[in-house]
């Protein structure tokens, strides 16, 4: 079982929609980060939470650490959007991240 | 400020051959780190630095050696090349990274793709 769990794994959804991606991981962290990846193919920080929630513009990112669960959400969703986004955690006692498979988000005009 | 520099783009090897994909960063951080993305799997850890002249195994270390003898640069090498290491690489760089110490976030170098026949 992969210490870092995405859901789901392909999203397609309409311009204007609200989205959520799911991030479920099995071990304490310290921290956990949301990445978006470009077609093609930089990587972008997006978030780096360790508790509660943050926003910037029209995404926002929520972390649960009692059930060791966070989600991000894009309001008002654009075809700019589309992207992977994924999610990695920093394992507490460690300098390293694991990551997530990713989403794969294709927003259609 | 360039951010995380990686050269080559691509390359194509033949199976045996050695080479060293270059990484730098002038944004002074302590911490870099190299990742290999293959399809359907996340991005996998091969080496970490958190600082010049420390380095430390990832969860794919096997094939690779690193080294960090300045701040700036954290050149990966591969030994024997093979058709396993076909992948996209990415080093990335954050302020600081250490057990017990806050957080910071990370920033990618635009990546190498490797294919190795």
């Known amino acids: 079982k992969n210490e870092v769990e995405q859901s789901p794994q392909n999203l397609t959804a309409q311009e204007g929609e609200f989205i959520t991606i799911n991030c479920s991981y099995s071990v304490g962290i310290s921290a956990l980060h949301w990445l978006q990846q470009h077609p093609g193919g930089g990587i972008v920080s997006l978030f780096m939470l360790s508790s509660g929630k943050k926003k910037h513009g029209r995404l926002i990112a929520t972390i649960n650490i009692q059930e060791k669960h966070s989600s991000l959400h894009i309001t008002a969703s654009h075809p700019r959007d589309s992207a992977v986004y994924i999610c990695?955690?920093?394992?507490?006692?460690?300098?390293?991240?694991?990551f997530g498979k990713g989403t794969k988000l294709t927003v259609n005009p | 400020n360039a951010g995380v520099t990686q050269t080559p783009k691509f390359q194509v090897l033949k199976t045996g051959q050695s080479m060293t994909l270059q990484c730098a960063q002038d944004m002074n951080h302590e911490y870099m780190s190299w990742y290999r993305q293959d399809p359907g799997m996340g991005l996998r850890l091969i080496h970490y630095?958190?600082?010049?002249?420390?380095?430390d195994q990832g969860e794919v270390p096997n094939g690779y050696n690193v080294s960090r003898s300045t701040t700036e640069d954290f050149p990966l090498r591969l030994l024997s090349a093979a058709p396993s290491q076909t992948s996209v690489y990415f080093c990335a760089s954050s302020y600081s990274r250490r057990v017990g110490l806050p957080t910071y976030e990370q920033y990618f170098g635009p990546g190498t793709r490797l294919t190795v026949t």
């Open positions: 990695a955690v920093e394992q507490g006692g460690s300098e390293k991240l694991v």
């Open positions: 630095s958190v600082g010049a002249g420390i380095t």
